[in-house]
Structure formats: C-alpha cells, structure tokens
C-alpha cells in the first residue's frame, strides 16, 4: 500500500466508530422501506377482505412510522457521515505539514479514477 494511503488510513482510524454508526443508521433507514410493501401485502390480502377496523388502523399506523422512521434514520445516518468528514479535515488540518495539503486532494482524485 502506498505511504499516502497507510497515512490516510491512520488519519481516518479514530473516525471509524462515526463510520459505522452513519452505515448501520442508512441500513436500518433501508431496511425500513420494505416495511411499506410487506404492509400493502397484508392489508390487501388478509385486512380488507376480513374488513377488520383495527387492523386497517395498525397498518396505517405502521406505513407512516415506516415512513417516519426512514427519514430519520437515513438523515441521522448523513449527519454522521457530515460530522466524520469535517473531523477528519480538522484533523487532517492540525496535522504536521510532512505531508503537503495538496497530497491528500491528489490522493482522493488518484483512487477515485480522476
């Protein structure tokens, strides 16, 4: 691996922890949306039929805290990833000038095909 990337690596290591809080949060914000479907399923095959009030208000309750709750995990999820991206330029910042400031932007264009 070339000494900018194990530089970037060591740089980013403290930051891990925001990482992957902010990949669970979009995830579990993903994984949310197939609630929807499932709900649409059971409310058109077992609850309309049946005619069942109740159940018809808990699949409504469900589709909208599906709804609700993707939002705000997947918007959780890019607030975490946002406050790891502005630590890691702060600490890139504070770092010693070994490594010019330029070094890291052409490491970034280098590996993302620029």
């Known amino acids: 691996m070339p000494s900018e990337l194990q530089w970037l690596s060591r740089q980013i290591r403290p930051l891990l922890h925001w990482q992957l809080a902010s990949f669970l949060c979009i995830t579990a914000g993903s994984l949310l949306a197939l609630l ?18 109740g159940l018809l ?37 504070d770092e010693p000038t070994w490594m010019p400031r330029y070094a890291l932007s052409r490491i970034l264009r280098r590996h993302a095909g620029r």
């Open 57 to 93: 208000l808990l699949a409504v309750g469900l589709i909208f805290l599906g709804y609700q709750g993707r939002t705000a995990l997947t918007s959780l999820g890019s607030y975490l990833m946002l406050t790891a991206a502005q630590k890691a330029h702060a600490h890139v910042e």
């Open 36 to 53: 929807t479907p499932l709900v649409l399923k059971w409310l058109i095959d077992q609850i309309i039929p049946q005619r069942k009030l």
